[in-house]
């Protein structure tokens, strides 16, 4: 799935938080949006995956336009395209490691969430509550719950922050396999060793901030 912003701007009150954007996200490549903190990178990434609206320009997919549509063709996309690994991660403490993976309750050894731990590490840890985890292995499971979505369009906010380096490069290992395997994957990133990793890097339009 090619997903593009096209000059998208965003306004929120007064404030103008994304400059006239334009990048294109191609399927079977990672693509990086970078830039200084505080310059729009995960308002783009949350606009390219339909979590914030746009003031101006327009979102497409495989060349429709996606933005400013209804509540439900949002749902529609997220159902069935995307998945997000977003600065939280979106992991529900209370639930197990399974219940993350799958959103939902399933058999005690259900083959597809095994193969999705097995994929990132964390094979064996299916009745564990995920809040027994540490940020590494949170980081992890969300992306198994990409794994076992199968998306086509993955979106990532800063997916290596606060990891060491040998959880890094396997982070890094795993988003590349996910490119491999055919899906768009958009990565918000300030890690040099991510944005290495991307074969398209689409440096953000902010305006320079000088502290004083
Ligand atoms: N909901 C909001 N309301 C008002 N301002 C916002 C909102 N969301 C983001 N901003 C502002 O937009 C700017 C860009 O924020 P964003 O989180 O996209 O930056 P970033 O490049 O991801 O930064 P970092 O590297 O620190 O994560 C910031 O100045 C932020 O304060
Ligand atoms: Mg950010």
């Not at 996200?25 to 505080?38: D, F, H, Q, R, Y």
């Not at 529900?92 to 490691?97: C, G, H, N, R, T």
């Amino acid at each position: 799935m090619i997903i593009e912003a096209h000059d998208v701007g965003v306004t929120i009150g007064r404030r103008r938080i994304v400059h006239g954007e334009s990048v294109r996200c191609e399927p079977g490549e990672m693509t990086a949006l970078t830039g200084p903190s505080g310059s729009g990178k995960t308002s783009l990434l949350h606009v390219l995956g339909l979590l914030l609206p746009v003031t101006s320009g327009a979102v497409t997919a495989d060349g429709t336009v996606v933005s400013g549509g209804s509540p439900r063709a949002r749902r529609a996309f997220w159902r069935d395209h995307a998945a997000f690994v977003l600065q939280d991660y979106g992991i529900i403490d209370d639930e197990s490691v399974a219940f993350n993976v799958a959103l939902r309750r399933t058999r005690r050894a259900d083959p597809r969430v095994r193969a999705a731990l097995e994929h990132v590490g964390l094979q064996g840890r299916e009745a564990e509550p995920a809040g027994h985890l540490s940020g590494g292995e949170k980081q992890r499971l969300a992306l198994a719950r990409a794994v076992h979505r199968d998306a086509r369009a993955l979106f990532v906010d800063e997916p290596t922050a606060s990891l060491d380096a040998a959880n890094r490069a396997l982070v890094i290992g795993l988003l590349d396999d996910f490119a491999r395997r055919g899906a768009t994957v958009v990565v918000a990133t300030h890690d040099e060793d991510m944005t290495a990793a991307c074969a398209h890097r689409h440096p953000m339009n902010a305006p320079t901030i000088t502290i004083h």
